[in-house]
């Protein structure tokens, strides 16, 4: 089968009721007898990407090898894993499918207690990515929750907390506060840090006895406060509602290198692997043609409100914007923010994905899996492209964007 085939199977062919296998996912593990490096865990409702890449490059600017594992891609499933900032290339994708299949078939079919989930599975491949490499760090995205997710495994020994809101309210729990006590439970007896932004009260109280509970008193979260000055030059941070990610994702490295007992780069050094980085899809700008891309996975009125401020300032008008928000993102927010900005929604081919809610009676609908560069560069000058992060991805697939190579240490 396909290289990327071996991280959906199990997932595909899963029944109604029948959940992910944190002790399948174990007993992988255990069967290809990885040798692991230190992990530095990225948990969060939004900003988790962002957080770990700029962990990342944080830390290959201090001399380490550093494997990133993040998901959903962009254009690439290889993009899901990278070693110092550049994805796995096909080959060694190849090659480590393989001995996860293999080691797939020894544990035999999924048993009632679940299946394999592909996050499971990428993150496998990213530890023996790191293997191969030798790796000094992984740097680790989790899917859903932190708890209940495979990351918890991994036994991090620094968690980055990104922002905590009512995202996959009823899965994670109930109200926000169940789904932050859920996340902050990533942390175990081998955390040693655990950095997070600053949330709401309610939020950071709960964080921080969870962090309290699981760690039996030893850890103590540390808060940043983006803009305080404390973090990396306002002109190596991106613009936008990244930002705050991006100086968290510094100061969980700068934790992470305290555990290991490594120096930090010299500022000199840091500025300049920070320079280099670069964000699809977090208002990052492409031209086609006579057409001008501002593409963000905004997912929310806020993140939308963002986007069309930004779009304000670098453009002198927006002419067009491209979206795509499935029922459970904010499509009321983005309805009362585009207002009359002419609008195109495009839906998106998988399954699981609903998109009933009503939408205004002037807006375009489009199937996503059939846009072209045509269709895009016909919208007019300055098109603004919002949503979900399947959908951005495949708006920079259409465009042909570089997405290999996030930042040069």
């Known amino acids: 089968m396909p290289s990327f085939e071996t991280f959906f199977s199990e997932w595909r062919l899963k029944r109604q009721g029948y959940h992910r296998s944190l ?51 962009f254009r690439s499933h290889r993009e899901r894993v990278r070693f110092n900032g550049v ?12 001995r996860i299949e293999k080691a797939r ?14 996050n499971a599975l990428f993150m496998t491949a990213g530890l023996l990515e790191a293997e191969r490499r030798g790796a ?3 740097v680790v995205e989790a899917g859903i929750g932190g708890h209940r997710d495979e990351l918890r495994l991994l036994e991090p020994r620094v968690v980055a907390m990104a922002k905590v809101f009512a995202e996959h309210v009823g899965l994670l729990g109930d109200t ?43 850890v103590r979260p540390d808060v940043v406060r983006p803009g305080s000055g404390q973090g990396p030059a306002p ?63 905004a997912i929310n009125r806020t993140g939308i409100q963002v986007a069309l401020e930004h779009a304000r300032r670098v453009w002198p008008r927006v002419d067009h914007a491209l979206i795509c928000f499935p029922d459970h993102k904010d499509v009321d927010g983005a309805i009362a923010e585009l207002g009359s900005i002419p609008v195109t929604f495009a839906r998106l081919p998988e399954e699981h994905l609903r998109f009933e809610h009503d939408r205004p009676a002037a807006w375009n609908v489009i199937e996503a899996a059939a846009l072209t560069q045509a269709d895009i560069t016909a919208l007019g000058e300055h098109v603004l492209v919002l949503g979900t992060v399947y959908f951005t ?10 997405t290999e190579r996030l930042f040069s240490a």
């Open 23 to 73: 002790s399948r996912a174990l007993d992988l593990r255990r069967e290809l007898d990885i040798s692991e490096p230190p992990v530095l865990g990225v948990v969060g409702s939004k900003g988790k990407g962002t957080t770990a890449t700029y962990a990342s490059a944080c830390l290959a600017a201090a001399g380490l090898n550093v494997v990133t594992v993040t998901g959903p891609s």
């Open 87 to 98: 994805a796995i290339d096909e080959a060694a994708l190849d090659e480590i499918a393989q």
């Open 105 to 118: 078939e020894r544990l035999g079919p999924p048993s009632e207690d679940g299946y394999l989930s592909p």
């Open 136 to 138: 000094d760090v992984c």
């Open 176 to 218: 926000v506060a169940e789904i932050a006590w859920e996340k902050a439970r990533v942390a175990g007896e081998r955390t040693e840090g655990f950095v997070r932004l600053a949330q709401t009260e309610e939020v950071a109280e709960v964080v921080d006895r969870a962090v309290a509970e699981v760690t039996s008193g030893r």
């Open 235 to 297: 002109e190596v941070l991106p613009p936008g509602l990244s930002a705050a990610s991006a100086e968290l994702g510094c100061a969980a490295a700068e934790r992470m290198l305290a555990v290991l007992g490594q120096e930090p780069a010299s500022p000199e050094r840091l500025h300049g692997v920070l320079s280099s980085l670069r964000l699809p899809a977090r208002l990052s700008r492409h031209t086609v043609g006579g057409t001008e891309l501002l593409i963000d996975s």
């Open 393 to 402: 991805g495949r708006v920079l697939d259409v465009i042909d964007a570089e």
